[in-house]
C-alpha cells in the first residue's frame, strides 16, 4: 500500500504499472474529512499528516485530490470506499485484482502504445483508447493488432469523405478489403430506415461475424454504425474512428449506440462495446469553429467534475488548444478522453451512480436541445449553458461559491460558449426536464458540484429554485 502522492512521479507509476494490478481506494473529499476526524478522535499523533496541514482543512483535501485526480485514473481498478466497510473494500480489491489479472496477462502489445491514452474496461472485455497526431494513417495495423478480420465496412457521412477515404486505404494498405456507405449528414439520418439500408447493403457483401464495422465521423456516424454492428448477425465487431470533437470527448467511448424515434431521440439501441477507439486529432482541422468549440464543453465538463487539473492546462493554455497544436491538443484530448474511459469502466451500464456524472449540464442542456427543436443549439452549446444552471443551482444550494461560478463561467466564455439561452421558452424548456431519464417519480436526480473537480448527485434542489435559474438563464 502506498500513499496517495506516490504516483506523482512518472517512474513510480512505470514501476507500478509493471509489476502488478494497481487499485485505487477512491473516496469523496467529505468521507476523507470524517475519516481523518474519525482518527484524530482516537489518536491524535497516530492520524499526523503534514501535508494535511492547513487552516482550511476542506479546502486542502479537495486541492490535494483535485491535483492527483489525474494520475488517479491510471488505476487498473478502482474501488468507491465511501459506503464500505474495511472488509467489504478489501473484498472488492481481491475481486478487481483477480478480474483484471487475468485480463493482463492476455493483454496484447496493442495495449501499449505512446499514444495510448486508457484502457476501457468492461463486463464484455478491454479495449484501448488510442489518440494522437496522424494516427488514421496507422488505421490498418492497429486493426490487425487487435484481430484479423478478412474485410472491413466503413460508413461515414458525406461531410467527411475525405477521412473515410483516407481509412480505407490505411485498410487496404494493411491488406484488409474495406467498403464504404455514406450517410447524409445530421441527426434524421440516425434512423431505422438508415439501418436498414445499411443491413442490405451489409447483406449484398456477405458480411460475416469475423468482419470488421468502422465508424469514421462524429456521433450521429458512431451511434448509427454502433446500433448495425450490435444488430446485424447479432453482432459483428466494430471500432469507432471520430473525426469529430464532440464524438471523441462523449459518444465515441462506453458502448452506448441507439437511432432515434419520431418520438424521440435513441429510443431503441444497446449497449455494444466497441473493439477500440482511435482519435485522430489532426481530422479536426477541417471543424467549423462552432463545432470545435462545441467539443470543447464537454472536454471542459471533465474537468469541471472531477479533473480540476485539467482545468488548469485548459485555463493556462487556451489558444494552444482552441488552435490545436499538435503536442497541447492532443495532450488536453488524451486527458479529457481518458476521464470518461476511467468513469465507464467503474460504472458501464449506469447502474452504480458513477456515469451519471457525466451527465452535469445535460438536465437542462437536453431539454434546450428539445425545446428548440434540436435546430438552433449545438449539444456542446446547450450543455454549456445548461452547465452555468447547474452552477447557478448549486450556488443556490450552498455548494458553490461566487468565484467558483465565476471561474466556471470564464473559462466557458473563452472556449466561446453561451452562458445563457435568451429568446428560449423557459416554461418548454421547464416540460422537457421532466422527460430526462434522471427522472424517477416526477423528482429530477440533479448533477451538481460540490466545488470546482467534484461532482455529485442531489435530488432535493427545490423546484423555485430551478424556475428561477431558468428564468435568469433565458429571460
Do not use: C
Not at 513510480?12 to 509493471?18: D, Q
Amino acid at each position: 500500500s502506498t500513499g496517495g502522492g506516490i504516483i506523482m512521479d512518472e517512474r513510480n507509476r512505470a514501476v507500478m504499472e509493471a509489476n502488478g494490478v494497481v487499485v485505487l481506494l477512491e473516496a469523496r473529499p467529505e468521507t476523507i474529512l470524517r475519516r481523518l476526524a474519525e482518527q484524530r478522535a482516537q489518536d491524535d499523533d497516530a492520524a499526523a499528516r503534514p501535508m494535511l496541514e492547513s487552516d482550511d482543512l476542506s479546502e486542502r483535501v479537495q486541492s490535494l485530490k483535485a491535483l492527483r485526480q489525474f494520475n488517479y485514473t491510471l488505476a487498473h481498478w478502482t474501488v468507491h470506499t465511501d459506503f464500505l466497510t474495511p472488509e467489504d473494500a478489501a473484498e472488492e480489491v481481491v475481486r478487481g485484482f483477480e478480474m483484471v489479472n487475468v485480463r493482463l496477462q492476455g493483454q496484447t502489445a496493442s495495449h501499449v502504445s505512446p499514444d495510448l491514452a486508457a484502457t476501457v474496461r468492461t463486463s464484455s472485455g478491454d479495449y484501448p483508447l488510442w489518440v494522437g497526431w496522424d494516427i488514421i494513417e496507422e488505421l490498418g495495423e492497429r486493426v490487425l493488432s487487435m484481430m484479423e478480420p478478412s474485410a472491413a465496412y466503413i460508413i461515414s457521412d458525406n461531410h467527411v469523405q475525405s477521412q473515410a477515404r483516407r481509412a480505407q486505404m490505411a485498410m487496404e494498405r494493411a491488406g484488409i478489403p474495406t467498403h464504404l456507405f455514406f450517410i447524409p449528414p445530421g441527426e434524421q439520418s440516425k434512423s431505422l430506415e438508415t439501418a436498414q439500408h445499411i443491413y442490405h447493403w451489409l447483406a449484398s457483401l456477405k458480411a460475416e461475424r469475423g468482419h470488421l464495422i468502422l465508424a469514421v465521423g462524429g456521433g450521429v456516424v458512431g451511434d448509427l454504425a454502433g446500433f448495425v454492428a450490435a444488430t446485424y448477425l447479432r453482432g459483428i465487431p466494430y471500432a469507432q474512428v471520430p473525426t469529430s470533437l464532440l464524438a471523441m470527448m462523449d459518444s465515441a467511448i462506453g458502448g452506448k449506440t441507439a437511432v432515434d424515434l419520431p418520438q424521440g431521440k435513441n429510443l431503441v439501441g444497446a449497449f455494444y462495446q466497441p473493439r477500440f477507439v482511435l482519435a485522430d486529432v489532426s481530422t479536426l482541422q477541417t471543424l467549423p469553429p462552432r463545432e470545435l468549440a462545441s467539443g470543447w464543453a464537454e472536454a471542459l465538463k471533465h474537468g469541471l467534475i472531477m479533473d480540476e487539473g485539467l482545468l488548469n492546462t485548459f485555463e493556462s493554455l487556451p489558444d494552444e488548444i482552441q488552435s490545436l497544436q499538435p503536442e497541447v491538443a492532443t495532450e488536453v484530448i488524451r486527458r479529457s478522453m481518458a476521464v470518461k474511459a476511467n468513469v465507464v469502466s467503474q460504472d458501464e451500464k449506469e447502474t452504480l451512480g458513477i456515469r451519471v456524472l457525466l451527465n452535469y449540464g445535460h438536465t437542462i442542456g437536453h431539454a434546450i436541445e428539445a425545446a428548440t427543436g434540436y435546430g438552433s443549439y449545438l449539444h456542446g452549446e446547450a450543455v454549456s449553458v445548461g452547465m452555468m444552471g447547474a452552477a447557478s443551482i448549486g450556488r443556490h444550494m450552498g455548494m458553490m461559491s461566487d468565484t467558483e461560478v465565476e471561474r466556471q463561467r470564464s473559462i466557458l466564455t473563452t472556449y466561446k460558449l453561451p452562458l445563457d439561452a435568451r429568446g428560449v421558452d423557459p416554461e418548454a424548456v421547464s416540460q422537457a426536464m421532466l422527460s430526462d431519464k434522471k427522472v424517477a417519480a416526477g423528482t429530477i436526480r440533479w448533477v451538481l458540484l460540490d466545488g470546482i473537480g467534484n461532482a455529485t448527485t442531489r435530488n432535493d434542489v427545490p423546484s423555485d429554485t430551478v424556475r428561477t435559474v431558468l428564468n435568469d438563464l433565458m429571460n
